[in-house]
């Protein structure tokens, strides 16, 4: 049941290894985090692993639910005409699907077809231009990702239909008539890492493990979270954009696992009122082309400012001071809904404010070093980004934003959050994170924002009008609340 093991892939062994294949599948990803891609003949696909194909543009000139946005944006739009983009396949990403009949997967990259440069929104392509940053200098970035999500039961709209038919589109079927909340949870109450829980659903928690494994994208962790049916996966860390591909991919293994067994993985931030969100934590370090990790300090520094970074390296320092100054400059990625910021509230363990710690499990960042970890394992936990953010983006931000601490060697500029202070009290120190998405966008579209000097004006305007399409989305909208609170009263 290990993870997929393979030589390299090369253009040369393309046909080898294909040799029993007649399809291949293939997906790129979209601003969203969310998987586009088609099935195609191994014929077609021979032909165009080298140079690539024509991609529609269009799925970054709407949104998750293929509406397109108000606002014309540049990449994609009607006066282009939605024009294809390149999509080259990259064959290092290369896994079979064992829900699937085991039929080849590959990931694609999107590219200009009049430059020939990566598309500026590219997820896969904006991390490799941030790792790219790093290479140069000799260095490398390593990850791990932590998702919690909620479960539901897909309720059949006829009771004689096979489980297989109870799938995520009956549960949308099901929310089109009922109120949200009368869909019930794979299990009811809060008990966080039982051991019996998981029994109740035996096979469905198994195959989500074991489908993990043979697709690359590998659990190291695996328990059940306090909440109603609520799972949480530490995935297996490795090197940052071999990281993202995995967390991209991990909600797809237990959609799709989920399927077969009539129940409905949720991933959005919050899904029910009065109860912990759905967070989906980032580790992060940096290393040298040896695989050191440069994080950890190889004396105590006795004088240090805090006693917190005691064990830290200088660039680690730096690196902190950076995600500290920016963070809040970039939180439409690392928050991107409207239901994000439903999250991140005060007193349900989610951070609120641009906050540190050593061992802090409050605080935005989570500096994770000696004495209570090796000093190999010395990272940054990004806490603030929720289930529902896209990696490639939340791993392209807290790397772009760190490296730009070490470039100019940024100090750290506020004291850690001390043990037992709540986040957001009087003894927090950290200015408040944007309360809503609009807060949050207007921030991040600024001339002077910090994710202009990192990623650039076209990402920035582009993005940035995709969230403006989410709220306007949300100023319209009148929500169940509204209506039982005033129908009668006003």
Same mark, same amino acid.
């Given at each position: 049941?290990?993870?997929?093991?393979?030589?390299?892939?090369?253009? /040369?062994?393309?046909?080898?290894?294909?040799?029993? +294949?007649?399809?291949?599948? @293939?997906?790129?990803?979209?601003?969203?985090?969310?998987?586009?891609?088609?099935?195609?003949?191994?014929?077609?696909?021979?032909?165009?692993?080298?140079?690539?194909?024509?991609?529609?543009?269009?799925?970054?000139?709407?949104?998750?639910?293929?509406?397109?946005?108000?606002?014309?944006?540049?990449?994609?739009?009607?006066?282009?005409?939605?024009?294809?983009?390149?999509?080259?396949? +990259?064959?290092?990403?290369?896994?079979?699907?064992?829900?699937?009949?085991?039929?080849?997967?590959?990931?694609?990259?999107?590219?200009?077809?009049?430059?020939?440069?990566?598309?500026?929104?590219?997820?896969?392509?904006?991390?490799?231009?941030?790792?790219?940053?790093?290479?140069?200098?000799?260095?490398?970035?390593? &990850?791990?990702?932590?998702?919690?999500?909620?479960?539901?039961?897909?309720?059949?709209?006829?009771?004689?239909?096979?489980?297989?038919?109870?799938?995520?589109?009956?549960?949308?079927?099901?929310?089109?008539?009922?109120?949200?909340?009368?869909?019930?949870?794979?299990?009811? *109450?809060?008990?966080?890492?039982?051991?019996?829980?998981?029994?109740?659903?035996?096979?469905?928690?198994?195959?989500?493990?074991?489908?993990?494994?043979?697709?690359?994208?590998?659990?190291?962790?695996?328990?059940?979270?306090? *909440?109603?049916?609520?799972?949480? &996966?530490?995935?297996?860390?490795?090197?940052?954009?071999?990281?993202?591909?995995?967390?991209?991919?991990?909600?797809?293994?237990?959609?799709?696992?989920?399927?077969?067994?009539?129940?409905?993985?949720?991933?959005?931030?919050?899904?029910?009122? *009065? #109860?912990?969100?759905?967070?989906?934590?980032?580790?992060?370090?940096?290393?040298?082309? +040896?695989?050191?990790? @440069?994080?950890?300090?190889?004396?105590?520094?006795?004088?240090?400012?805090?006693?917190?970074?005691?064990?830290?390296?200088?660039?680690?320092?730096?690196? #902190?001071?950076?995600?500290?100054?920016?963070?809040?400059?970039?939180?439409?990625?690392?928050?991107?809904?409207?239901?994000?910021?439903?999250?991140?509230?005060?007193?349900?363990?989610?951070?609120?404010?641009?906050?540190?710690?050593?061992?802090?499990?409050?605080?935005?960042?989570? @500096?994770?070093?000696?004495?209570?970890?090796?000093?190999?394992?010395?990272?940054?936990?990004?806490?603030?980004?929720?289930?529902?953010?896209?990696?490639?983006?939340?791993?392209? &931000?807290?790397?772009? #934003?760190?490296?730009?601490?070490?470039?100019?060697?940024?100090?750290?500029?506020?004291?850690? #959050?001390?043990?037992?202070?709540?986040?957001?009290?009087?003894?927090?120190?950290?200015?408040?994170?944007?309360?809503?998405?609009?807060? &949050?966008? /207007?921030?991040?579209?600024?001339?002077?924002?910090?994710?202009?000097?990192?990623?650039?004006?076209?990402?920035?305007?582009?993005?940035?009008?995709?969230? /403006?399409?989410?709220?306007?989305?949300?100023?319209?909208?009148?929500? +169940?609340?509204?209506?039982?609170?005033?129908?009668?009263?006003?």
């Amino acid at each position: 049941m290990s993870e997929q093991k393979q030589d390299e892939v090369t253009i /040369e062994s393309l046909p080898k290894l294909l040799e029993n +294949d007649t399809k291949v599948k @293939l997906a790129g990803v979209d601003v969203d985090g969310l998987l586009r891609g088609k099935l195609i003949s191994k014929k077609k696909f021979l032909g165009i692993a080298k140079e690539g194909f024509g991609f529609c543009s269009v799925i970054f000139g709407w949104d998750m639910h293929d509406q397109t946005y108000f606002r014309e944006l540049k990449i994609s739009n009607a006066e282009n005409g939605y024009h294809d983009l390149i999509a080259i396949p +990259d064959l290092s990403s290369f896994r079979r699907i064992p829900w699937e009949d085991d039929v080849p997967f590959f990931l694609v990259s999107f590219f200009d077809p009049d430059s020939g440069k990566p598309v500026s929104v590219c997820p896969r392509g904006i991390l490799k231009t941030t790792v790219d940053k790093l290479h140069a200098k000799g260095y490398g970035a390593m &990850a791990g990702a932590e998702y919690e999500f909620f479960q539901f039961k897909a309720p059949p709209s006829d009771s004689n239909a096979p489980l297989s038919e109870r799938n995520n589109s009956s549960t949308a079927t099901f929310l089109r008539d009922n109120p949200v909340n009368t869909l019930p949870s794979l299990t009811e *109450g809060m008990f966080g890492y039982s051991l019996t829980r998981p029994v109740h659903n035996q096979e469905y928690y198994y195959g989500i493990f074991d489908a993990c494994e043979k697709f690359n994208c590998g659990i190291e962790g695996w328990h059940t979270e306090s *909440g109603p049916g609520v799972f949480e &996966a530490a995935l297996s860390f490795g090197e940052i954009q071999q990281m993202a591909d995995k967390a991209g991919l991990f909600k797809y293994v237990v959609k799709s696992v989920a399927t077969k067994y009539g129940i409905t993985p949720c991933f959005m931030a919050k899904p029910r009122q *009065g #109860l912990p969100g759905n967070s989906g934590h980032m580790h992060v370090s940096i290393v040298d082309k +040896d695989g050191k990790n @440069l994080f950890a300090r190889e004396k105590k520094d006795t004088e240090a400012k805090y006693k917190d970074i005691e064990n830290l390296s200088d660039i680690g320092r730096h690196f #902190l001071a950076g995600l500290l100054e920016g963070l809040p400059d970039i939180m439409p990625i690392v928050a991107p809904t409207i239901n994000s910021y439903k999250r991140l509230v005060e007193n349900f363990w989610a951070p609120v404010t641009v906050s540190w710690g050593l061992e802090h499990r409050a605080a935005s960042i989570r @500096l994770i070093a000696p004495p209570t970890s090796k000093p190999g394992a010395t990272r940054f936990e990004v806490r603030v980004p929720g289930a529902d953010a896209n990696p490639f983006y939340v791993l392209s &931000a807290i790397l772009a #934003l760190g490296w730009r601490g070490v470039e100019k060697k940024l100090e750290i500029k506020q004291p850690p #959050l001390g043990k037992g202070q709540d986040v957001g009290g009087k003894a927090d120190p950290g200015i408040r994170l944007a309360k809503s998405l609009k807060e &949050a966008t /207007e921030r991040f579209m600024r001339p002077e924002s910090i994710a202009r000097e990192v990623f650039g004006d076209e990402f920035v305007e582009h993005y940035g009008g995709t969230r /403006e399409h989410e709220i306007r989305l949300w100023d319209e909208a009148v929500t +169940d609340w509204e209506v039982r609170r005033y129908i009668e009263t006003v």
